[in-house]
């Protein structure tokens, strides 16, 4: 399987949900905000959201400033 992370190229294995894929990149997860196909997936849904052949995934982190 492929999917795109910000115009990189992964190749989970199948049935990975969204939640195992983002730890499995081993980074802060901590303000940050995933797309799938330009739509926001809640955290409470990363676990339930499997991961399928083709994806295009949007990694957004926030920042405070002013």
Known sequence: MK???NDK???PAEGTTLDR???ELDMPLQGIAVAIDYEVIP???WSETVLEDNMELMMIHA???G
């Open 3 to 5: 999917i795109k992370l």
């Open 9 to 11: 190229p992964y190749s």
């Open 21 to 23: 894929f983002m730890q």
């Open 43 to 45: 955290k409470t849904q």
């Open 63 to 65: 920042v405070s400033g």
